[in-house]
C-alpha cells in the first residue's frame, strides 16, 4: 500500500485542521493506519490510530478529546481532525499503513509527512 498525507499548514492556536492520508491499493481495508507526529530534537510518536474497519481507535494522551481520526475504506482515506490546537501540536505529521491489529506496534508503509505550524 502507498499513501499520501496532506492537509498540513499554518494555524493559529485554538484552532482547526483537517489532515488527510490517500491510500492505492484494492486492499486498503487490510491494514490499520495511524498518523504520527515528528518534532525536532524527539521521538516520532503515536498521536493517533484506527484499526481496518474502524472498531478500534487508539489516541495519545496529549490529544484525547481534541484529535479525531476516521476512515472510508470505500475512498481509501484516513482523516485526522485536529481541533484546539496548540503549539505543541506543531510538527511534522505522517500516516503509516500495519497490517497488524495491534495500533501501537510497527508499522510498515509510510507516506511523506506533512508539515502543521501552530501559532501562539
Known amino acids: 500500500v502507498q499513501l499520501q498525507a496532506f492537509g498540513g499548514g499554518l494555524v493559529q492556536a485554538g484552532g482547526s485542521l483537517r489532515l488527510a492520508c490517500a491510500a492505492s491499493?484494492?486492499?486498503?481495508?487490510?491494514?490499520?493506519v495511524g498518523w504520527f507526529r515528528q518534532v525536532p530534537g524527539k521521538e516520532r510518536e503515536v498521536v493517533a490510530a484506527?484499526?481496518?474497519?474502524?472498531?478500534?481507535?487508539y489516541y495519545a494522551d496529549s490529544v484525547n478529546g481534541r484529535f479525531t481520526i476516521s476512515r472510508d475504506n470505500v475512498q481509501n482515506m484516513v482523516y485526522l481532525q485536529m481541533n484546539s490546537l496548540k503549539s505543541e501540536d506543531t510538527g511534522v505529521y505522517y500516516c503509516?499503513?500495519?497490517?497488524?491489529?495491534?495500533?501501537?506496534?510497527?508499522?510498515?508503509?509510510w507516506g511523506q509527512g506533512t508539515e502543521v505550524t501552530v501559532s501562539s
Open positions: 503509516a499503513a500495519t497490517g497488524r491489529n495491534d495500533l501501537r506496534g510497527q508499522y510498515n508503509y
Open positions: 491499493g484494492r486492499t486498503f481495508s487490510s491494514y490499520a
Open positions: 484506527i484499526s481496518r474497519f474502524a472498531s478500534t481507535k
